[in-house]
């Protein structure tokens, strides 16, 4: 309970507007192009609890002559990663996901590394402050490179997030990851990164027998390249307490903003119907997208 008193006291302090005033502004600074261009083409009234945003019918690919700014929600272990990268990779716009910046930062030993080790190793919410941080960087980096356009993956987890980014950017769509919750804990155990490329893997075989009416699920494991394999990994936040963790904090912190984004009529809502095998084509499917699937199909 402390530890959800701490995170939301932090997410206010954040969201006030003499709070990191700074780091904020230059948050506007590096989203100032689609800022300064922006006009929202979805319609609050009329897209309000539609099922599938009217933003997929209008926006795909290059909304008002941009790249995509989208957005994925998911509990920890749903697979945004996966789906954010694969669809980065088809849609030419980088994936920018805050959990690599953070893990990153701590990496480099740099001085906010000891103190980020502590609270992302305990499951918690790094503070809106230094997030928005590492974030802008990365965006700055990135408009450097002349990259355009970004699919988020981890940001926003608080409803205050969610009005920063809110406030300095259009979002076209939030695509909201949702996997059968015996799953979760599952995938989380059983990821595993190759430490020389960062490339994402799993050793968990995920069979879910049908019960009462609901139907099984089988999720394979997803196994390494051989020249990754004797270089796999496990996050040091991937222990069953940590998880755990996560999930409340996931629920506490960060369902909120599916409502956020629902309310203005921008939250996809796509319930994985297993691994990618089965997955990847609905979700293509569910995105307008079906179309790339073969360009996909040959890169995977
Ligand atoms: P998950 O698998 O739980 O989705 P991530 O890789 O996205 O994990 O993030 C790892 C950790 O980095 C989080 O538990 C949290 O400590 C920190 N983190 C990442 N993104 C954010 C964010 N937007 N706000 C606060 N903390 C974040």
């Known amino acids: 309970m402390a530890v959800f008193s701490r995170c939301s006291r932090a997410a206010t302090a954040a969201a006030k507007p003499t709070a990191a005033a700074a780091t904020f502004s230059y948050l506007i600074r590096a989203l100032s192009p689609s800022f300064s261009s922006s006009s929202s083409t979805l319609d609050p ?50 994936h920018i996901a805050t959990g690599d910046l953070v893990r990153d930062e701590l990496a480099s030993s740099g001085p906010l590394s000891s103190q980020l080790k502590e609270i992302v190793n305990q499951g918690k919410l790094v503070s809106d402050e230094i997030i928005i941080d590492l974030l802008s960087k990365r965006l700055e980096m990135g408009e450097a490179k002349g990259e355009s356009g970004f699919i988020l993956d981890g940001f926003p987890r608080t409803v205050s997030q969610a ?33 020389e490329c ?6 968990a075989s995920i069979d879910i027998k049908a019960e009462n009416g609901r139907p099984g699920m089988y999720m394979a494991p997803l196994p390494p390249p051989p020249q990754c394999a004797s270089k796999l990994i496990t996050r040091p936040d ?9 999930l409340r904090i996931y629920q506490e912190m960060t369902r909120p903003v599916e409502d956020f984004y629902r309310s203005r009529g921008k939250l996809l809502e796509f319930d994985l119907p297993g691994g990618i095998p089965e997955s990847w084509s609905k979700l293509l499917r569910a995105l307008n997208l079906e179309d790339h699937d073969d360009k996909q199909s040959a890169a995977a």
Request: net charge positive; with cysteine; aromatic share 4%.
């Open 238 to 246: 991937d222990t069953e307490e940590v998880v755990k963790q996560r």
């Open 45 to 94: 009234e009329t897209d309000l609890n539609c099922n599938k945003p009217a933003a997929l019918g209008t926006l795909k690919r290059e909304p008002k002559g941009r790249n995509v700014q989208w957005v994925f929600l998911g509990c920890p272990g749903v697979g945004k990663g996966t789906y954010a990268s694969r669809l980065s990779n088809l849609l030419g716009v980088p």
């Open 163 to 195: 009005e920063i980014l809110e406030g300095v950017t259009d979002i076209d769509l939030v695509i909201n990851l949702k996997l059968r919750e015996e799953a979760l804990l599952a995938k989380c155990l059983g990821r595993r990164i190759c430490n």
């Open 198 to 203: 960062g490339g994402n893997y799993n050793v």
